[in-house]
Nanobody
């Protein structure tokens, strides 16, 4: 089994900052990519930022220049530093992991965290 534990959400004023973290544990053989998605009420879940095992990053246009994704390989943890937050960033943020599992060869599995609420409001 693989588990994802997220932390760091909360309420922040516009222009403020938050840092999300997501730690992966369990029978992980190799991480392909980790990242963050978000889902606002009544909307679909959208990509925020991802980072591959080769440190290739991908950001949604809406967050470029404001959010930064990083990873601690030794801890299997991914971070999302969110600066200059706007009310439209309000959403539930979900950690995403794509990984190969021990004993399952080269198959790549996708896992989701439980979600953490980010609210940007004055």
């Amino acid at each position: 089994q693989v588990q994802l534990v997220e932390s760091g959400g909360g309420l922040v004023q516009p222009g403020g900052s938050l840092r999300l973290s997501c730690s992966a544990s369990g029978s992980i053989a190799s991480i392909v990519a980790m990242g963050w998605y978000r889902q606002a009420p009544g909307k679909q879940r959208d990509l925020v930022a991802t980072m591959t095992s080769d440190d290739i990053t991908n950001y949604a246009d809406a967050v470029k220049g404001r959010f930064t994704i990083s990873r601690d390989n030794a801890k299997n943890t991914v971070y999302l530093q969110m600066d200059s937050l706007k009310p439209e960033d309000t959403a539930v943020y979900y950690c995403n992991l794509r990984a190969q599992r021990m004993g399952f060869g080269k198959l790549v599995y996708t896992y989701w965290g439980q979600g953490t609420q980010v609210t940007v409001s004055s």
